[in-house]
């Protein structure tokens, strides 16, 4: 295999990982805000999944703009 077909499989696998990591953050969120018991966990639970989504929907595209290759 070349490098070029090695270095493609990376990084789909990294904005893979990230979105992975983004909806685990998703999901410990969820629990936190399920298992409040005052408002400023409730917050914090909030927060958690908000940043998560964000992240989810910012930095794989990020990864893949960053990543792409110009035309010369």
């Known amino acids: 295999m070349s490098g070029g077909l090695h270095s493609a ?3 789909y696998l990294a904005m893979t990982l ?4 983004g ?8 629990v936190v805000l ?6 400023w966990t409730r917050v914090l639970g909030a927060a958690i999944v908000l ?3 964000y992240m989810i929907a910012t930095v794989p595209r ?3 703009r960053q990543w792409r290759t110009r035309d010369e």
Request: no cysteine.
């Open 9 to 11: 499989r990376n990084r």
């Open 18 to 21: 990230v979105r992975i990591a």
């Open 23 to 30: 909806s685990a953050g998703a999901v410990f969120g969820l």
């Open 34 to 39: 399920a298992r409040a018991g005052d408002t």
């Open 51 to 53: 940043a998560a989504l």
């Open 62 to 64: 990020a990864m893949a």
